[in-house]
């Protein structure tokens, strides 16, 4: 299921089956594995490097950047308002308004800004 208003900003992205992802979502460049869960506004970015800046005399948008392709591993939770602009494992929960912005191990529920584990989801 994709709700309304759900942007797809890169053609590269994968879904797989028995994938929701909420109204007014942006997906970059990602592969949302089978039976995950993204509540409404969820942003998956296409990494944490698209853009550099290293010299102030060269106009930010002509410095250049690194896209990379993003894992939301299978039966995966994404609360609302969430950006994602890591790899997230399999069996995971990311609480909504969080922020991961580093590789989240399978079986772990993160929250906060940036996102930490606050424990596994299965003890």
């Not at 309304?4 to 089956?17: P, W």
Request: with cysteine; aromatic share 6%.
């Amino acid at each position: 299921m994709i709700s309304f208003g759900v942007l797809f900003s890169q053609t590269d992205t994968e879904i797989f089956d028995g994938v929701y992802i909420g109204p007014q979502s942006n997906i970059g460049s990602c592969a949302i594995e089978e039976n995950c869960l993204l509540g409404s506004g969820v942003h998956i970015l296409s990494g944490k490097r698209q853009h550099n800046y290293s010299n102030p005399d060269v106009p930010l948008k002509d410095q250049g950047g690194e896209y990379i392709k993003v894992t939301i591993g299978a039966n995966t939770w994404i609360g609302n308002g969430a950006i994602v602009m890591a790899n997230v494992g399999k069996n995971c929960v990311i609480a909504a308004g969080s922020v991961v912005t580093e590789d989240v191990a399978d079986n772990s529920i993160m929250a906060g800004n940036p996102a930490v584990l606050i424990k596994p989801t299965h003890a």
